[in-house]
Each structure stands twice: as C-alpha cells, then as structure tokens.
C-alpha cells in the first residue's frame, strides 16, 4: 500500500467488487476508500508521536472535505525479520499464568486479550 501511495496509484490497490453496483456512486466510495488508505497510512507511521489520536482519526474520516496531512514511512518488516520472528505450531498460543493479567497471543490474527 505504501508503494502505491508514494506513486499515486492507490486506486490499484481497490477491489473493483466494492464499486460494481454503485454505479451512481463509484467516485464517491474510491475517493472514500481512499481517504481510509491514507488515514491507516497515517496510524501506521514509525514513529509513535507522528500518529494521530482517536479524536483526530474521527476528524479525519468524518470531514471529507478536509486535506490530510501526508504521512511519514511506515515501518517495514523484510523476509529476515519475519523468518526470526516465526514461531512453530506449538508455541501459537502462549499465556503468561505468573502475573495478575492474562495475555494470550496469536500469531495466525495477532490478537491480545487481556483480563
């Protein structure tokens, strides 16, 4: 998605089946599809402080009208850095019984619970 947007060519990047029946709205949804590409662009900035807030991501996405701000590189995760971080079949599902909240991780949906 990141190359894409430095290119200018988001629009790559749609399913053509999000837009197949809206024939009278096709402009509108890309230009809203669009407008979420750069948001997450912007929420996934390297930098923690160059990411908006809740309040701000509403803002955005709400006021149509309005410019954004371009977004900073995103991290990025090489082949190398995926291999070391692969974990095997057994250890998909780990918790952490010792502390006074539970965390369970997933790698399949990356997902966290806590209690």
């Known amino acids: 998605v990141w190359k894409h947007f430095q290119l200018g060519r988001v629009e790559e990047i749609i399913d053509p089946k999000l837009t197949m029946h809206a024939y009278d709205?096709?402009?509108?949804?890309?230009?809203?599809?669009?407008?979420?590409?750069?948001?997450?662009?912007?929420?996934?900035?390297?930098?923690p402080s160059?990411?908006?807030?809740?309040?701000?991501?509403?803002?955005?996405l709400l006021q149509k009208?309005?410019?954004?701000?371009?977004?900073?590189?995103?991290?990025f995760m090489d082949e190398k850095t995926m291999e070391l971080n692969d974990i095997?079949?057994?250890?998909?599902?780990?918790?952490n019984a010792n502390s006074s909240h539970s965390v369970a991780t997933a790698s399949d949906g990356s997902l966290l619970y806590a209690r």
Do not use: W
């Open 25 to 47: 709205r096709k402009k509108e949804i890309k230009e809203g599809i669009l407008r979420v590409v750069q948001v997450a662009l912007l929420c996934s900035q390297e930098v």
């Open 50 to 60: 160059l990411r908006p807030s809740m309040s701000t991501i509403l803002h955005m």
């Open 88 to 95: 095997s079949e057994d250890q998909r599902y780990r918790f």
């Open 65 to 75: 009208d309005e410019l954004l701000p371009l977004p900073a590189n995103p991290p």
